[in-house]
């Protein structure tokens, strides 16, 4: 009996220990920086440093609340950048529309040095979305079909140079497919793996395991069909776990057919408490360090949290962002309209 006793307290603890479950009930926000910006795409690189790229050509570096600002100009144009990305000694920050033009911004961990294009694309439907790497090598980024296919390019060399993937390649887009430059999260990166999402007259999820150079494609229950539909973010814990949300940007307090979740690296999609919990949200992500049970989903109506792999959710805060990128399990940065905050979940 004692030998069957302590396995079943051992049991229990390490249960308890892998959950790790918190509990959320509040979160604090704290503003760090206010600006008449629209501000879609942030980096944090550590728990009171982060990079921003937003419209109006600005790109910034807040050092514990210390922001340092630059504008850039491609041909006297304002770039309006909605993704960025942070490697080693270098940030990534791209433009939406046409021009898209990506910038590499050397960067010694405390200033920024020299700024150079490394990519510039011109034509009627350009339009990028997001750019994540896996490591200090290899980057990707996405954007709307040019042709017949997402736009993908890719970086072998630490973004030196970029190469657009031939449609040859790729799976087709629908007409109407396309994605939403929303929170520089419609893409997720996980080792080798990489998927990316769409909404519009499809919602559905690109794959590629192998870093780009295969892929496939995988239908979404995620509502669709409308221009304003579909995928507005993706998030991957694992190479099997991953989330999707989204919904209607119109009709944002819509809470059908907007989160869904995979256990199969996203061939499928399981609808996350339909008709219940938060309707569009611009920004989700997994917190990390709790098995991929706890998520956060952020848009403008607010702040939404899961402590169950998204079968039921809270609301913490009725204050609105565009995007989350967590520093570690309990503190994240949010940027919204005019404002990037931390918040402390507790």
Partial sequence: MRVYSMILILSLLISCNLNNSKEFSSVTIKQVFSDSLSIRAIEPIAKDKIWFAANNG???????????????????????????????????????????????????GNVATNIEE?????????????????????????????????SIIITRDGGNTWKKLSCDNLPKTAIGEAAFAASNSNISIYKNNVWVVTGGKKARVFHSLDRGDTWKVYETPIIQGASMTGIYSVD????????????????????????????????TWRLLSNGRGPGYRSSVKFIPGTNGSEI????????????????????????????????????AFASGKNKISKLIFK
């Fill in 58 to 108: 600005r790109i910034g570096f807040i050092d514990n609340e210390s922001p340092k600002i630059t504008s850039i100009k491609y041909e006297d144009i304002l770039l309006n950048f909605r993704a960025i990305a942070v490697i080693k000694n270098a940030v990534f920050i791209l433009s939406i529309e046409n021009p898209a033009v990506l910038y590499k911004i050397g960067f010694d």
């Fill in 296 to 331: 956060v989903a952020v848009g403008t109506p607010g702040i939404s949290y899961s402590n169950d792999s998204g079968n039921s959710w809270v609301e913490l805060s009725e204050e609105g962002f565009y995007a989350i990128e967590f520093v570690n399990d309990t503190l």
């Fill in 236 to 267: 991957f814990y694992d190479d099997q776990k991953g989330i999707i949300f989204g919904g209607n940007w119109d009709h944002k307090e819509f809470n059908e057919g907007n989160k869904a979740i995979t256990n199969d690296g996203g061939k």
């Fill in 118 to 150: 490394v990519y510039v694309e011109k034509g009627a439907h350009v339009f990028y979305d997001a750019i994540k790497f896996w490591d200090d090598k290899e980057g990707i980024a996405m954007g709307d079909p040019t042709d017949e296919c997402l």
